[in-house]
């Protein structure tokens, strides 16, 4: 099942990683991975609720304890991904006793709301593309065959009617 959210005005689909924003002037996105796919999953997954970094620890990184700094780096390198489609938009905060959240509501989105993202636009697009590729490459195999493998031409006596064989050019 395809899991989407909206956060401020970022479209993250937590299946595939991918975050868009559709601004005005041309719309961005990302592809998250790895680390950064499963942080922002957890974020998403616990809404505006500030998530500790023991349970971060526990989500993300599958172990009872990871170091302060550690996850400090990682939700940096996270804000610094988003901020490259989001602008200047702040989209996770810091919060005393070593908390994060999300900024903004989160509203999990139906499939129906969402609206295509250019990357899948685009990837759509390629499927055509190698398909019409394809399909050019099929008929000038077929062309090229039958040029190569015909029989010389044969013509008929219009009186007879009886065949006569070309000369070989």
């Known amino acids: 099942m395809q899991m989407q959210y909206q956060i401020q005005n970022i479209i993250f689909d937590a299946e595939t990683g991918i975050c868009a924003v559709d601004n005005s002037n041309s719309p961005n996105e990302v592809k998250l991975e790895g680390l950064n796919l499963l942080l922002m999953r957890a ?10 970094i ?10 009872d304890h990871v170091s302060e700094d550690t996850i400090a780096k990682r939700i940096s390198l996270l804000r610094a991904t ?11 905060r810091t919060l005393p006793n070593r908390r994060y959240q999300l900024i903004g509501p989160i509203k ?6 969402v609206p295509p993202t250019p990357l899948a636009t685009k990837h ?15 008929l000038i195999t077929t062309a090229v ?4 493998s015909t029989k010389p031409p044969v013509l008929k006596d219009p ?4 065949e006569l064989i070309a000369p070989n050019s």
Do not use: C, H
């Not at 974020?43 to 500790?52: A, C, H, R, W, Y």
């Not at 065959?145 to 190569?148: A, D, E, V």
């Open 43 to 52: 974020l998403t997954e616990f809404g505006s609720e500030p998530l500790t």
């Open 54 to 63: 023991d349970v971060l620890s526990k989500i993300v990184w599958k172990r």
């Open 82 to 92: 988003l901020s490259e489609i989001a602008g200047s938009t702040q989209v996770i």
């Open 108 to 113: 999990k989105l139906e499939v129906s709301e």
């Open 124 to 138: 759509a697009n390629k499927k055509s593309f190698i398909i019409a590729v394809a399909v050019i490459l099929i």
């Open 145 to 148: 065959y039958q040029m190569t």
């Open 159 to 162: 009186e007879t009617g009886k």
